[in-house]
């Protein structure tokens, strides 16, 4: 079976700007890669379209269409569980969806937002819910959002939790432990950028930040990687301990 | 040519307690492992044989053969640059004799102790010149000991820099975020800190804490790695971001 | 249009205490100040009342007569949400109605609790709900508390966020950033402490605060400020990275 | 009147393997301890009683009966709210439910788990439930679970709070700043380890983790103290300075 | 033999203004206190002598005769290391003179500034330095300063160290953790403050600290204290972890 | 008299990567800017120019006439103090010669690196010295570097010191709270970074950070700021508080 990557997104367009490559790399090697949209961003990111004039629903329409091309030129999955943004609000009926989501995809990593963000509660309230719902997902005697109990190959191990990078990282406390190095999965991160259209200035600065966290990525390697010149990167922070029989 | 692994160690017995199952696992891997001792830890971590009325250079003397018995028990090689503890200070000779050490190693990972430890001075002043002198080695500017000009293939890369467990973690700020599976090392471990008759005491203190990281990595390892049930372990902080181009 | 002064307050007395000289500071320099106050402190912080057999009507209804004299001492407006204390409960409405107050205000600045306060849980939630409204009010996609949607003057800016002293500086990780010269307003800050006299005891030691506070305005000051010896001062710590066009 | 030990526990077991000793001594020294357990662990931490098809209901009635035995065995009283677990919630309803166990035991020192735990968020939601209760059961304005106001001699002091050791205390930000000897107290604590037979594995664990603590308040110890050599200990973290007449 | 308390200050009034109060507590209840000054503050902390035109000589006289009266005030003893200040320089002949103070004091307990004060490193200095003394003084292989190796009893144990409070709290990242109630012996605290009239500024500043420190002693207090009204207090904070038996 | 800036960079180029836009932006304001770089980055900055084979005094000479182009380009004036790189090593000397300067250009305002850089040990020493330095050149018993003592009108006063940014800003702890406005000064920072041509690459990658700092600039400002689109920023961080009589 490959293994399997859940991205866990508080809006419809974080996954792309800030896990693109990563997706975009384990697809490339083959491996499951499935994003769920906590919400479109509907009413805290769309505010050009409310300015157009636009209902909520045609909003919500058109970031699930931005979200799913997006996802597939990443070669990823997608669902929404429209949970609402601004606030985005916890709930056990909210955990329950996502436990069941965690037991359905039987992930080998997840990736979701940092715990802090003071320009945006959503994303920590997302990182918050995709941590509990990994805990309890990992639990038989905690049930499914239908009532019955998991059974004993439904419940899931511990993957590791990497949370990827806020727009502001320093004022979110963000310090970088994993530099992934995204060259090759580059092209189609930038293709996904590409189709969210409302957000065209951003194409640039996200890119920018792939050779900004390129540089450190050749900055911090050992002597023997043999990195090409053009290295581009996406910076992580780990959540739990690495667990490893090498120290590298 | 194989992989190297470069351990700076305040005192002769460090590196043993602290970093013993990672020196073996990279010698079973067949790597290179070298161990340099900055001091014998002959002053501050002596007390028996000074109450056994012995002098300087014999205790000096013990505590360097136990020392390489307990490196050839790891599979390592050992050398001593006698620079004193209690206090173990800092100076331009000793951090030029290290650049000189870091840039004939060549090494591919380092080891050394945590920036802080409350209960021992020397610990925290060996890991300052572990990292001043790699980042001096790395430089084509800089000198060797003898004065000579390094050539371009003397200098060093950046390799990672693992920090080893303090006697009292919690104290020293130290918060692991590499647990290391050091089952198949243990064996070579436990033999080499029966090379270390002093401190008969610590044989079985150092080997519960190995189970109870052992525990920690089950705790903390991903779902497919099928550890097995008596896992030991190593706890270690990376002072570096790690670079990589998968996330697991 | 001249600035306006935003002052989140948990309880009906907070404002005085904690940031009474910025608020008649700013009055004095013919600012709009305006204080909500989410709670009237009813049940947490009227301890002398209940002992004297009032109920809870008549002690809102005493606190709020207080909080009205001293608000008007410094120039300010006032208003209460009303919203119950010990414990002061977040919710959709309470978040609702401060948006509105936002909106309605325009703030320049905002002045609020600090997050952490170990003994009073109502200072932080205040906090928290002083910074969700502030984003929530920005975004012209989130409603009005009666459901319409916000004409596009009608969302507001970025103003900064001052956290004011909480009664245990250390204990609550304050570490001022801010240091406020409130000389020229301190008449008018003792002037509003007078107006809550269950609190008389409470009159001296915040003005030793103050002079405390003025010492440290003294001691970190530029060369060029020409302070007069009789500084008084308060204390505030920064969410938010100050913009500016010069270095001072 | 004897001194009272209040511990609060999120789930059924917690308190024997974290605090025992602390129990057992308090009780030895003829003071009253009382443990309140928030829920029975009935979903997250009974992984082999559901794997043996067992009922919810048996499942707490197992717990409920190897708990009162281990407290018994420490010399404790024990009582159960039974809020659920996994996750356990904070309500109101809760909150005033723990207020009247404050007010009907008036604790001289309070014990509960700390306030972060990455691997298990009931614990942290225990904490801060104990740790908002504790502040409410002080005001004489908030009004028991009745419905009636506390009297006076009702309301409780300023009881010191610790804060008891997690799983994996580096991993969540667990320093101990005391250490408490239970040398005296272990065999109680041992007694009750024995009296939760599903966990048996656990009993040497935390045999070893009392010894590692035991050579640490060795290491940490006043000269005058004249410590047996075979000390146990507990690790603890103090949530509010420590008042006192003499440094020592 | 008595109790005795050893007070390590960077400069020659330090010891009043900051530990006063628990080193007359000490001398009250007939416990030894040695205040060791490593400095006069001659460079630093005398501007109005030097603005009189006085030489360093007549300055570091006025410092130390300043200094025993307010030592003998307190009930201490005192004793000068003159290693100059502005910087105060720390040296191995420095350290082996306070190894050397250590092992003739003998101390219960350790009382010297906190690690951090942006205002003036000479505090931090004398930290280090005491700090570092304190751990090599417990080494039966570390020389005194005339080379001889200490006996088995002329080393010390494991003395607990509390910093004192420095002039600006937050800024030096001062959080208290343990409150001293100084209410008996804070008139030889304040008369050991009139022994200094160069600073007669200071006397009220520190009287109104004590208050403030008192009002926090209240505060924290647990229910059976039954502490009087005028309480007094000074602030600590410790650098090891307290080890008891009883947890209050 | 204008205002006067100082900035202390630990070799010939970090001064303009990290400061030029502070720099110029006084210049271009009329004050007085001098630049002292404590050595010329000779071992460890110039590695381009060992490998073409150049001598010691050669590379220095040629870091010098870039480094006084650039800071002409910027408006400022520049010195040298030659103490030597990789390791930059405080010394008495070298801290009396910079307390000189201080003395000499009595500045307003304070730029050093941060206190804390993984990858480059002479930043954080530059810092240490430029702080002491200020420290002791406020006291007027602390000798200028030949021996007299300073008038009373030759010692500074408590100028504010701000961290300018460094390579890897997490790595290094760097928290921006202050993000400085350049877009006016930008062109002269651009022809000061093009006066260093061995470093052609980081003319764009610091030409992307202005512009990623200035969409930080954007993004916290307040509303009534204006500011036009396309803003270019620099990020700093205070290491006092800041004092004023306006919050803002």
Same mark, same amino acid.
């Given at each position: 079976?490959?293994?399997?990557?859940?991205?866990?997104?508080?809006?419809?367009?974080?996954?792309?700007?800030?896990?693109?490559?990563?997706?975009?790399?384990?697809?490339?090697?083959?491996?499951?890669?499935?994003?769920?949209?906590?919400?479109?961003?509907?009413?805290?990111?769309?505010?050009?379209?409310?300015?157009?004039?636009?209902?909520?629903?045609?909003? !919500?329409?058109?970031?699930?269409?931005?979200?799913?091309?997006?996802?597939?030129?990443?070669?990823?999955?997608?669902?929404?569980?429209?949970?609402?943004?601004?606030?985005?609000?916890?709930?056990?009926?909210?955990?329950?969806?996502?436990?069941?989501?965690?037991?359905?995809?039987?992930?080998?990593?997840?990736?979701?937002?940092?715990?802090?963000?003071?320009?945006?509660?959503?994303?920590?309230?997302?990182?918050?819910?995709?941590?509990?719902?990994?805990?309890?997902?990992?639990?038989?005697?905690?049930?499914?959002?239908?009532?019955?109990?998991?059974?004993?190959?439904?419940?899931?191990?511990?993957?590791?939790?990497?949370?990827?990078?806020?727009?502001?990282?320093?004022?979110?406390?963000?310090?970088?432990?994993?530099?992934?190095?995204?060259?090759?999965?580059?092209?189609? !991160?930038?293709?996904?950028?590409?189709?969210?259209?409302?957000?065209?200035?951003?194409?640039?600065?996200?890119?920018?930040?792939?050779?900004?966290?390129?540089?450190?990525?050749?900055?911090?390697?050992?002597?023997?990687?043999?990195?090409?010149?053009?290295?581009?990167?996406?910076?992580?922070?780990?959540?739990?301990?690495?667990?490893?029989?090498?120290?590298?």
């Amino acid at each position: 079976m490959p293994r399997s990557l859940l991205v866990v997104s508080a809006h419809a367009g974080d996954f792309v700007w800030r896990a693109g490559g990563a997706i975009a790399a384990a697809a490339n090697r083959g491996e499951r890669a499935v994003v769920v949209c906590l919400s479109f961003g509907e009413r805290g990111e769309s505010a050009s379209q409310w300015l157009q004039g636009r209902s909520l629903d045609e909003i !919500k329409g058109i970031r699930r269409t931005e979200a799913e091309a997006a996802a597939s030129a990443l070669g990823a999955e997608i669902e929404f569980l429209d949970l609402g943004d601004y606030p985005l609000r916890e709930s056990p009926q909210a955990l329950a969806a996502l436990v069941d989501v965690y037991r359905r995809v039987q992930p080998d990593v997840v990736l979701t937002h940092p715990l802090a963000d003071p320009y945006n509660g959503d994303h920590p309230a997302a990182a918050r819910m995709a941590l509990e719902a990994r805990v309890l997902a990992q639990a038989i005697g905690v049930a499914n959002s239908d009532g019955t109990l998991p059974a004993k190959d439904e419940i899931i191990g511990a993957p590791p939790v990497f949370f990827f990078e806020p727009h502001q990282s320093e004022q979110s406390d963000f310090k970088p432990d994993v530099l992934l190095d995204i060259t090759d999965a580059f092209p189609r !991160k930038r293709a996904a950028m590409e189709c969210l259209p409302a957000q065209k200035h951003m194409w640039s600065y996200y890119t920018d930040l792939a050779i900004r966290r390129g540089v450190q990525v050749k900055r911090n390697a050992g002597p023997n990687l043999g990195l090409a010149h053009e290295t581009m990167g996406e910076a992580y922070v780990r959540y739990y301990p690495q667990v490893t029989d090498v120290l590298a």
